[in-house]
């Protein structure tokens, strides 16, 4: 007579590994998840039904998700808490593993009432969402409009895509735009998805060198990516830069989609057939090492004249351009 304690992830999500070493690896987190929780582990890429379903409770409960994805719920799998990465030991605002399960342990064992209540009404608001989504009716073009007007109120004028870090790639919002150009005629709509699509190709977010787009960007600017690669995210981003290129006729366009499609035939094609799911975002134990250079290595790849037009096309530093980096270093090509 146990909460569940769901841990939904994947390989190659860096804070994924990140709370498996911390806590789940961990003697002491684990004794106490063992004797407050039935644990449970699930990989989003092996079960992507159940990623969803928790997923949009994860979003309900808190505005936002991620992964690993956090959701502790009762026995009859009605969820009362859910997050994301939880540390060891609390940070800030964010609490930690050691001081989260001894306070649900007692909130179980001394108000469990009001836990099953609480998520009770969460399961009903998410079968009514459910039931509203798969609602039939005519789409009236009044949609198109409201949905271009969210767009227009949450783009970010300066610097491209929408809202604030971080920022997701989300290749099917650039293609509504493109569209919504070509149906209406609307400019405004076109310049959103151009320079959005512009302002992530020549970000730190795009692998610069190797090609292909990284997860999303921790920053608002495009420049300091989270570092896994995804095929999805791949084969998306294709789609939207072909839209962009029907639309305008632009190479720029072409070129990148030639980029992104090189990149998947050469790095995440099986030899045995098909496609790999996805790239880690750790090399060596460390996220990012495998994109990021220092002066020294370019030079003894590329030669010192080579390395030194390298380094002012890509906008690095001998000291670093970005903050994790300049403990080593270390850079991220860009062209922003």
């Not at 841990?7 to 998840?33: K, R």
């Not at 399961?123 to 009716?137: A, D, I, M, P, Y």
């Not at 495009?222 to 896994?228: A, R, S, T």
């Not at 294709?238 to 720029?252: G, M, N």
Request: with cysteine.
């Amino acid at each position: 007579d146990k909460p569940v304690f769901l841990s939904i992830g994947y390989t190659t999500c860096h804070w994924c590994h990140v709370m498996e070493h911390e806590s789940f690896e961990n003697d002491e987190v684990s004794a106490l998840m063992n004797d407050a929780f039935v644990c449970i582990k699930v990989d989003r890429e092996e079960r992507p039904d159940i990623d969803n379903v928790y997923m949009e409770i994860t979003q309900m409960m808190n505005n936002r998700g991620g992964w690993p994805m956090t959701v502790i719920m009762t026995p009859e799998k009605k969820p009362f808490f859910s997050g994301t990465y939880f540390p060891k030991h609390s940070r800030g605002r964010r609490i930690g593993m050691m001081e989260l399960i001894p306070q649900v342990k007692d909130a179980w064992l001394n108000r469990r009432d009001s836990l099953k209540t609480d998520a009770a009404n969460l399961t009903t608001r998410l079968q009514r969402n459910q039931v509203n989504r798969t609602s039939e009716g005519e789409i009236y073009s009044d949609v198109l409009d409201r949905s271009f007007s969210a767009f227009k109120n949450r783009y970010d004028e300066k610097l491209g895509g929408f809202g604030r870090a971080p920022k997701f790639p989300k290749a099917h919002d650039y293609s509504f735009l493109i569209k919504y150009w070509k149906r209406t005629g609307n400019q405004k709509a076109l310049d959103m998805a151009e320079f959005s699509l512009k302002s992530m190709r020549n970000g730190g977010m795009y692998d610069q060198v190797g090609f292909g787009f990284h997860r999303y960007s921790t920053d608002a600017r495009w420049l300091v990516p989270h570092f896994e690669k995804m095929l999805y995210d791949q084969a998306i981003l294709v789609q939207a830069y072909l839209d962009a290129y029907q639309a305008t006729e632009k190479q720029y366009y072409a070129d990148v989609v030639d980029e992104i499609l090189e990149y998947v035939l050469r790095d995440m094609t099986s030899l045995e057939g098909g496609f790999y799911s996805a790239e880690d975002a750790d090399s060596e134990g460390e996220e990012g090492k495998f994109y990021v250079w220092n002066i020294s290595e370019l030079e003894t790849i590329l030669g010192e004249e080579n390395a030194d037009l390298f380094q002012k096309t890509f906008n690095l530093s001998p000291s670093g351009n970005w903050r994790e980096g300049r403990r080593h270093k270390t850079n991220i090509p860009h062209l922003i």
